[in-house]
């Protein structure tokens, strides 16, 4: 891949064959390669240093329930993977079996991830989530429907992805109603960018689906822009763009807060080549 501009114009078949009408589209090809050029370098970086990104996450000094503090003190020995030491993890262990992976970032309070786990008994749920009183809430839904198929991480996921998971190791990673970090100075923070993509596409298993839903026109369009430029990864929605809203995605809290202030929700769903 190369980040000279002139290099990717020179190379561009179609600017060849007609210089003056393709000049365009070999220019959007040269920006689309040098962005892809540089994300590469830059996961290259993040995936030795995940700790130098810009983090995605304020942790909210929310005020945990009684019954909140109880599940993190008591279920988190049956519920929670301990990943401080950063090590790569053993799914077939931590689950007591095989099954095919599914991985959430950012579940908030856990609702509509436990519920998307109890309808999919087949396939294990690991969901990472930063903010304590979610991860209590979640554990406290896992153990009062007795599910077996679900665990849950308190940590960054983005340290959780690059150092704890390997390659081809996940079926489908879901990020749903990610924080929007709408100001343009905080786009930075935002977790889905060309990086993260060059990051976690090798992760999924070919076939596998990375699934991501947000009620941020703007941010929508960001996600949609850098899966398309994403190497190994293809639109699934017949007509590309976004899909209509999938059945099998349970409304989430802050698809429902959207909802009432008037957002639209955009779905998205990509597969590994
Ligand atoms: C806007 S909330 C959405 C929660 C839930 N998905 C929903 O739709 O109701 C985004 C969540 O992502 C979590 N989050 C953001 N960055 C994260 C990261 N790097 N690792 C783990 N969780 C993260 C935040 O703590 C927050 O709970």
């Known amino acids: ?120 008994p087949l396939r294990n749920y690991l969901g990472i989530e930063v903010h304590p009183p979610g991860v209590g809430a979640c554990m406290l839904l896992i153990e009062e429907l007795g599910l077996t198929n679900v665990r849950v991480i308190k940590y960054d996921a983005f340290e959780v992805l690059t150092k704890c998971l390997g390659p081809e190791s996940i079926d489908i990673l879901q990020i749903f109603f990610p924080d929007p970090w709408p100001k343009a100075r905080h786009h930075k923070r935002r977790l889905v960018n060309d990086s993260f993509l060059a990051l976690v596409t090798p992760l999924l298993k070919h076939g596998g689906e990375i699934r991501m839903a947000t009620d941020w026109e703007n941010y929508a369009e960001q996600m949609l822009e850098c899966l398309e430029r994403a190497p190994e990864l293809h639109n699934t929605a017949p007509n590309g763009g976004y899909l209509p809203r999938p059945e099998w995605r349970p409304l989430t809290k802050f698809e429902q807060r959207g909802e009432r202030l008037g957002h639209g929700v955009w779905d998205l769903v990509f597969a590994r080549d």
């Open 1 to 120: 891949m190369t980040d000279d501009l002139s290099q990717v114009n020179t190379a561009s078949p179609a600017l060849e064959a007609n210089p003056t009408a393709n000049s365009a589209e070999a220019e959007a090809a040269a920006k689309a390669a040098k962005a892809q050029a540089a994300a590469e370098r830059e996961a290259a970086h993040l995936k030795e240093h995940p700790e130098h990104r810009v983090k995605s996450f304020v942790i909210r000094a929310g005020r945990m329930t009684t019954a909140q503090t109880k599940a993190l003190e008591e279920l988190s020995p049956k519920y929670l993977v301990d990943v401080s030491s950063l090590e790569k993890l053993d799914c077939a262990a931590i689950f007591g079996r095989e099954a095919p992976l599914v991985v959430e970032i950012g579940f908030g309070m856990g609702k509509s991830f436990v519920e998307m786990a109890q309808k999919d």
